[in-house]
């Protein structure tokens, strides 16, 4: 669990956070709504424990970032926008020094990185210098490295940015796994589409304080649109009578509009996974309206 408490954040005279508080409980993605220079990116510095907050505290699995960051920090997995590593050096040697900090031998690391290299789609690649990775390639090693000490909790800041639909459907489907495994995401991004997708609660920030919190329910029903949409490989009957149990398919193409869909994102994902999922969103965004309306009201 991620607690943010009351949180403000000043550079000088430029109040960068005021007051910021949520929680993020396990077993939940929440996703973290706002325009550029909102805040979103100091908030997840701060919960990392990179940069220290003004006032204000964060709590990982009850413990203190400020005053406990070590025992903190050990239970969190951050990966951010623009990874920063040594470039010139070779992803595996990279990465059994960092496991060091965590007190794990050079075998196990090379284990735990052979694991979790081809689990991230990294094999093949290990001994690659971290400068030859594409950025997708290392937002993956990034994950990798936020994955050493197997922490119950994440933070992805705009992983989706700069990647192509085959990476953003890796994070969209990372953070579902993480969830059905008890862990807590807090997710920020500017595809809103796909934050419909997988988070449970969206926190929306606007000039450093948080404006509004929202499930993904109440959402749903207070927008205006109820369909969603979903672009396979291949569509043949067996995909139209599951699709069914969703709400009220309709064939355009490889793509099928779900009327009255259900919400399940997670189930319908799974029961067509094998049928190769090139997009999906729902139509007409209830997240974007809802997000377009509140940023109004503050303007």
Do not use: C
């Not at 990185?113 to 990775?133: I, P, V």
Request: glycine share 10%; hydrophobic share 40%; no cysteine.
């Amino acid at each position: 669990m991620i607690k943010v408490m009351n949180i403000s954040k000043r550079y000088g005279k430029l109040i960068a956070l005021q007051d910021v508080s949520f929680t993020v409980n396990d077993g939940e993605v929440m996703g973290y709504v706002g325009l550029n220079g909102a805040g979103k990116t100091t908030t997840m510095e701060i919960i990392a424990g990179v940069t220290e907050p003004t006032s204000g505290d964060v709590e990982i699995e009850g413990h203190s970032v400020t005053k406990e960051k070590k025992e903190a920090v050990r239970n969190l997995g951050w990966v951010p926008e623009l990874p920063i590593f040594e470039q010139d050096v070779k992803a595996l040697d990279y990465f059994v020094y960092l496991a060091g900090f965590y007190g794990i031998s050079k075998d196990e690391a090379k284990k735990k990185a052979e694991e979790l290299f081809s689990a991230l789609g990294l094999s093949g690649r290990e001994k690659d210098k971290l400068k030859n990775y594409s950025q997708g390639m290392k937002k993956r090693f990034a994950l990798a490295a936020s994955m050493i000490s197997d922490p119950k909790n994440f933070l992805f800041d705009e992983v989706l940015n700069g990647l192509d639909p085959e990476g953003i459907a890796f994070f969209r489907d990372l953070a579902i796994k993480l969830k059905k495994e008890g862990k807590a995401v807090l997710f920020s991004s500017h595809v809103l589409s796909e934050l419909e997708n997988i988070a449970d609660r969206i926190v929306f920030i606007h000039k450093g304080r948080i404006i509004k919190e929202m499930t993904m329910e109440e959402i749903r029903k207070s927008a205006s649109a109820n369909a969603f949409r979903i672009t396979l490989e291949k569509v043949d009957n067996e995909v139209m009578d599951i699709a069914k149990k969703y709400g009220n398919p309709k064939l355009q193409g490889n793509t099928i509009i779900i009327e009255g869909f259900n919400g399940d994102v997670a189930g319908l994902s799974s029961a067509l996974s094998k049928y190769n999922i090139v997009d999906m969103g729902r139509v007409g965004s209830n997240l974007e309206e809802i997000f377009f309306k509140l940023i109004g009201e503050r303007q």
